[in-house]
Structures are given as C-alpha cells and as structure tokens.
C-alpha cells in the first residue's frame, strides 16, 4: 500500500465512551488532540493506577481526497491499549484486541463523501487480554497511543511482504513471501524486485509472474540469487531497500517498499553467532514508558532510546520486556546495529482458552509485522515467567516456527527445569539477591544446568539479573548506589567468563511506572540504571565503561567524595567506572596511590577500579582532591573535587533543536545542578520552571524538583506546518543562576502527507 497518509492530526477525545454517540454524533464533552496520546496524563509518582482504567472515545472527521475517490481506503492502528472498536459512519467496522499490535481495518464498504471515524478505547485491564489478569509488575496505560495511518488502494495491494532469504557468506538467495488483497477476480500479475543500497544504487532488478485467487494470498516467489551482499553486522548495520511493484500489464497496481538488512543469527550450546561470529550478548531490559504520558511519545522519542542503549551504554541487545515495541524504535535498532530480543505480551499468567487464542494472535502479529527487521534474533513466544504449560507452548512455538524458520525461539522463565519446547532456554537469574550486599555470596549467576535439569547444554541465555533485587534510586545514598554497580559488574563479568550462555539482560535499561503490587509505593519500580527520565545512575556507568578508550574515554567516579556521605564518615572506599589503564587519586593535598582494574570483575573489558583505603583521619581538614584517568601512561580524564562545593551553575542539554512540525514531534532536556567543578550536586532540591513560547507544548508540569541533583522534560511541536522558531526558557528557582533560553528550529516534515 503505497500511498500512506498520516491520521495523527484533529482528533476529538472524550474520557467515557456513550453508545448514542456512535450513531448520534455530538460534540459534546470532546476536547480536540493530536496522536500519539494517552487517555490521561499522570503525576510522576504517587497517582493511582487504575488512573487510565477506562472507556474512552476518540472521532475523528475526513473527506476522501477527489483524486482517489475510486479506490479502497484501509485505516492502521499502530498501537491502541488495550481493546478498540472501530464505527465508520455508524457503522461497525471492526474490533481489535491487543494493546501491541498493529490493527488494519479496510473501510472502504462505509465510505460517504463526508466521514465520521469513531473508535471506541477500552483500557481496562481485561483478562482475556495478555498481559493481563492477575498481577502485572508494570502500566499499561490507555489510548491511541501510536501513529495512525490511511492508505488508498487498488483492488489489488500489498497487505505484508515477509522478505525471506537465505546467505551463505555474502550470497544471498531471495524468496520473498508476498500477502496480496484481491478484491476483484482470480488473475495473473507481475511482480517486479528491485534491491537498491545504501546509495540508492539498483544492485538486483527482477521479476515474476504470480496467480492471485481473490481474497487474501499468500505468495511465495520463486528463488533469485544474489551475491557480493554487504552485511549487517553491529558495527556496519547495512541496509538494503527493497521495493517491489506489483503491474498488471503495463499499470503498477501498488508499491510496497521495505528495508532489508542480510545477516545469519544462530544460537547454539556454546554461545550465539552473528555472521557466523561469536558475540556474548550484553544488554538491558527496555519498558517503553516515560514520565506523564506513559507510551504515548512520538518516534524522534523511541528512536533516542536506542541511541542511549547503543551510543551510551554501549551494550549490543535490548530485550522488548514484555511485548511488541513501535516500529520506529526497531527500525533504529536496525539502523544503529543494536540486536533485539522480541518479546510477545504477558506477564506471570496464563489465562482461559481465549487468553491462550489472544495470545497466539500476539504473536502471529509480532512476527508476521516485525519479521524483516535484521536486528531482531529471537522470538520471545511464551509469557514472560509464566509456568510450564506443554500444550499451549507447544502451540506457540509450532506457530512461531510456520511463520519463520530463519530465528531460533525461546520464552522467558524464572523457573528450573522447565521443559524446553523452543530452541533457547532464556532465564531470569536473581541467583545474586544477596551478593555482595546482605550475605555476600561467591554466586553471581547460576551455570546452565543447574537451571535446565538436563545433562547436556543447550542454547541457554539470562533474560534479567538485579532489578527488584536491588532497587536503587538516583537520589539514595552512595553506599546503595556502588552495592548496585558491583551488582550489575559482578554479573556482567561473570556473563564474559562464562562459555555455557549466549549472554546476559539486565534488568532493566530503565525506571517505569508500576502498580501497587510492586515498586517502592509511589506507583514506580526504581530497576533501571537510568531514572525514568533516561538520566544514568552510576550502574550505567558499569556498561558505558566497557567501550574502547579509542572511542570514548569513561571515568565516572561512583562518589561524590565527600567527607561524610559514607558510613564512617569517610570518603573511601569508593568505586570508579572506567576504560582508562588506571587512576590516581589525590587527597589529603597528596597522591595517595595509583589504582588499578580490580581482578574481582575480570571478565569485563574494563573492570571497576576500587580504591579501598582512606589514609585520612576524621579530624583532618577534608581539601577534596581529584581523580585522574591514565591511558597509556598519559592523563587522559580528570575529576576534580572541591573542599567547598556549592551550587554553580544549571547545565541544561537538549537532545534536538531541529523538530518536524507536520505531526507531533518530541525532544528532551536534561537539566543538572553541578558545583564550580561541574561534578552534579545529588543531594540538591532544585526546583526548575520551564516556560516555553511559540508553537511547541512542554509535555508535563511546568515547574519540575530535582532527583539526585537532575532532571528532564520533554517539549512537543503543535502541528502548524509552519516554518519557524519556537523558545524553551529554564529558570533555577530559588538561585542567582541566569535563566536559559533555547531556540527550537520548526519545520514541517516532507515525507509526511497527513489527512
Ligand atoms: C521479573 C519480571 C520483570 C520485572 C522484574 C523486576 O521477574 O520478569 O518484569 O518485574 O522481575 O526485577
């Protein structure tokens, strides 16, 4: 379906849904918004959570443009929570269950010239419906929270194009598997390929000739050979455009473009293989929630989340705990080279027969919608730390495996010996719950067969460690914070010494919002080593350091160095996240000792630097000091730290000053209170007022405390279609410090035709 027009824009919203209005249209309650939106926007912490319980209705008013007054006309959900049904005119159109799957509705037999869309929102937490019916250790949410799309047809187009192949080296041979809507007779059409690289240069041209029986097919084209393909791989992410065009004699009937990446993924006993190379997988848990708006933020918002998983972490994997994430947060992956572990809906439950029937839907949506992005190695196809159920996984994995035999399948368990129906036995190993904190224990995570009761191994990878093990706010004190990092050092070195795992996920990239039932009481579960807001705690650290120095220098102490933050009032021991050979530490007016990788976590690339002693005593006037990074021999990092630390400055870093305004975009600002020596000020209640001017909204309240000395906001673009600049202004309040104001760029967006 090529011609694809964006829906997003001049929605009417209503939180309650009233059947008279499907029939008796009225405006009466409605407030007008764009998508992506959520059905009510949450305090940071401390809400409900039943909050966005509820039905709610959502009209939207078109026309058909003349121009394609004779064609289908097909309406796509990209992401509704949780249950929606669809009212064109009036007239039911169709229902959808499943709040991570795309829905498609061909509304063409409801048309007028002038057309009412109602869709009826239903967030409650049905238990039909993965991920719920008991417990869930996450929000979910409500509303029509991803982009909407209208597409006109032909009688005949493309509904889905699996683009399967096979590689041997740089060899490819294609057989791409079409899923065509015919809507008028039994016929005959050609299918032209073309393949074009990241150039845009034709590398392959081709076509075929295919019988379409009216209705849906499913086509699987006859084998092509290709050589001297470029790979994707994690450090070279190449991608190809495919395009195919369907014609009937000399018309093309429709286009269907999609980007291609060749690799070959194999999971086995002895470790997983990209290309036919072995890679330990390093990687974080992602939610795909943020503070207010729950799911609800726009693509430039998700893609970011891999850049900080890629370009800050610096780890290879994300897993999609626990469900199917936006198109444009896996097209990034694909684009960045981040592997991606894909996960059905579900979470410690399985339900009836139409839970089980809801749930084999997920994941023929899961697989059948997001089958050609390269990132994705692994299909996640049980609920997520559920119990074994034979028949039903059985079910699910021969599903999973008549969609796609190219990747292995797994499903997630927190229990031993279960029967491993899939390929991978994936397992959430919190083995380390009391190390090094309460009982220290020598365990950081248990080997393969322990957990799998079998006496060979088998592809065997850990799908979470730490999290509610040991959760730990940006804002606790030092002593927690550098128990998380070792927690999160200790398995990630023993994830590198170990040869009977493919690798090790952490849980989690991220702070998310939760029910009562978990979390710390105030509706959030502090897992992630970076807050909700995406801002590191030191635990990030752990994995940013592992980078080559050539490509980053990290040396991030875990400390603020001050006197009597720790236990004993002393400022050592302390704990450094670095890629440099070694430290030196001044304090005391002295060098007290150069520090080296400690062997404890030496299966890491770049293990914590411990600095253990304090040759200080309690009484001595405390001057601060510094911590050097060395690389070579050479000073290539330094931390300074002052006796007398005070408040300095307000350094406030926008990820993007550039925004489209033709749908809503997004961008973040992190703010952070930092002393004379830029080193942050966690221990700061600063409260920032943020006042905007210009066709842009601040996302959330205007005047925003501090956690652990940092903070962020996020401003979206009023959809204008204008050129022009919009302003962000930041105050300190309750500070001398200089407001700052930033200039946001606004331009609309040309590859975006909206309706
Ligand atoms: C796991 C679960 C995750 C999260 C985590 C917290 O058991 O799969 O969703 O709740 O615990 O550590």
Redesign the pocket.
């Known amino acids: 379906m090529n011609c694809k027009m964006n829906f997003d824009l001049n929605w009417l919203f209503k939180p309650s849904f009233d059947l008279k209005d499907i029939t008796q249209p009225n405006t009466d309650g409605f407030v007008p918004v764009h998508l992506p939106h959520t059905v009510k926007e949450l305090a940071y912490n401390c809400f409900s959570h039943s909050e966005t319980a509820m039905f709610a209705t959502y009209v939207k008013h078109f026309c058909v443009p003349p121009q394609h007054a004779n064609q289908r006309v097909i309406l796509e959900f990209d992401g509704v929570m949780a249950y929606h049904e669809l009212y064109v005119n009036g007239q039911k159109a169709g229902t959808h269950i499943g709040g991570y799957s795309r829905s498609r509705f061909d509304i063409t037999p409801y048309l007028a010239a002038q057309n009412t869309i109602l869709v009826m929102v239903d967030s409650h937490e049905n238990k039909e419906i993965p991920p719920f019916g008991y417990t869930i250790?996450?929000l979910t949410y409500g509303g029509i929270y991803r982009s909407v799309s209208l597409y006109f047809a032909e009688d005949i187009y493309f509904d889905n194009v699996l683009f399967r192949y096979d590689l041997q080296g740089q060899n490819a041979t294609l057989y791409p598997e079409l899923y065509v809507q015919n809507n008028g007779q039994k016929t005959s059409v050609c299918v032209q390929i073309s393949l074009a690289d990241a150039q845009g240069t034709c590398v392959k041209s081709y076509q075929r000739t295919v019988t379409l029986a009216c209705g849906s097919s499913h086509v699987v084209l006859e084998k092509e050979s290709i050589s001297d393909i470029a790979l994707w791989d994690l450090d070279t992410p190449n991608l190809y455009t495919a395009t195919l065009t369907l014609m009937q004699e000399e018309t093309p009937l429709d286009v269907y473009t999609v980007k291609v990446g060749f690799r070959t993924v194999e999971c086995k006993p002895n470790g997983f293989f990209l290309n036919g190379k072995k890679i330990k997988l390093v990687g974080l848990?992602r939610h795909q929630a943020y503070p207010y708006v729950g799911y609800a933020m726009p693509p430039r918002v998700q893609r970011k989340d891999v850049d900080i998983f890629k370009n800050y972490l610096h780890v290879n994997t994300v897993r999609t705990?626990?469900y199917m994430q936006s198109e444009e947060f896996l097209a990034a992956c694909d684009e960045m080279g981040l592997l991606v572990f894909a996960e059905t809906p579900g979470?410690?439950y399985i339900g009836d027969e139409t839970f089980k029937e809801n749930s084999l839907h997920d994941i023929e949506a899961m697989i059948t919608t997001e089958y050609n992005h390269p990132s994705i190695f692994i299909w996640s196809i049980r609920i997520?730390?559920s119990n074994d159920d034979d028949a039903f996984y059985t079910r699910t994995n021969a599903l999973a495996k008549s969609l796609d035999t190219s990747r292995a399948t797994t499903g997630?368990r927190?229990i031993k010996k279960s029967n491993l129906i899939e390929d991978v036995y994936t397992y959430?190993d919190?083995i380390h719950f009391s190390h090094p904190v309460k009982n220290y224990r020598e365990i950081a995570l248990v080997n393969q067969q322990t957990v799998t009761g079998l006496t060979h191994q088998v592809p065997f990878m850990v799908s979470?460690y730490?999290?509610?093990?040991f959760p730990v706010k940006s804002f606790d004190g030092e002593e927690k914070k550098m128990r998380h990092v070792l927690m999160h050092a200790a398995v990630q070195s023993a994830n590198q010494y170990r040869t009977d795992a493919m690798g090790a996920i952490g849980?989690?990239a991220f702070d998310y919002n939760t029910h009562g039932d978990?979390g710390s009481g105030d509706k959030i579960?502090y897992?992630g080593v970076m807050d909700m807001f995406r801002i590191p705690k030191y635990a990030a650290e752990v994995y940013r350091s592992q980078v080559d120095p050539k490509i980053e220098v990290v040396l991030e102490p875990a400390t603020v160095f001050a006197r009597g933050e720790n236990d004993d009032n002393r400022p050592i021991p302390f704990v450094v996240l670095t890629n440099c050979d070694y430290i030196e530490v001044v304090a005391y007016d002295k060098v007290i000792g150069k520090y080296f990788p400690s062997l404890t976590y030496g299966g890491l690339a770049h293990p914590p630097i411990m600095v253990e002693e304090d040759p200080g005593r309690w009484q001595d006037i405390w001057n601060g000091g510094a911590i050097i990074g060395y690389c070579n021999g050479v000073e290539v990092a330094r931390k300074t730290y002052a006796r007398d630390a005070y408040l300095s400055a307000l350094q406030v870093c926008a990820d993007d000053c550039a925004l489209q305004n033709t749908v809503v975009d997004a961008t973040r600002f992190v703010c952070r209170y930092l002393d004379q020596n830029e080193n942050i000020l966690p221990f700061y209640n600063g409260i920032i007022q943020v006042e905007t001017s210009g066709d842009i909204a601040l996302i959330g309240p205007s005047l925003l405390t501090t956690l652990g000395g940092a903070t962020a906001f996020w401003v979206k673009t009023l959809p204008t279609g204008k050129q022009g600049t919009a302003t962000v202004t930041i105050k300190a309040v309750n500070t001398q410090l200089p407001s700052q104001t930033f200039t946001i760029h606004l331009a609309p967006q040309d590859t975006i035709t909206v309706i």
């Open positions: 250790d996450y848990d705990s626990h979470w410690g997520n730390e997630v927190c959430n919190f979470e730490c999290g509610h093990v849980w989690c978990y579960c897992h």
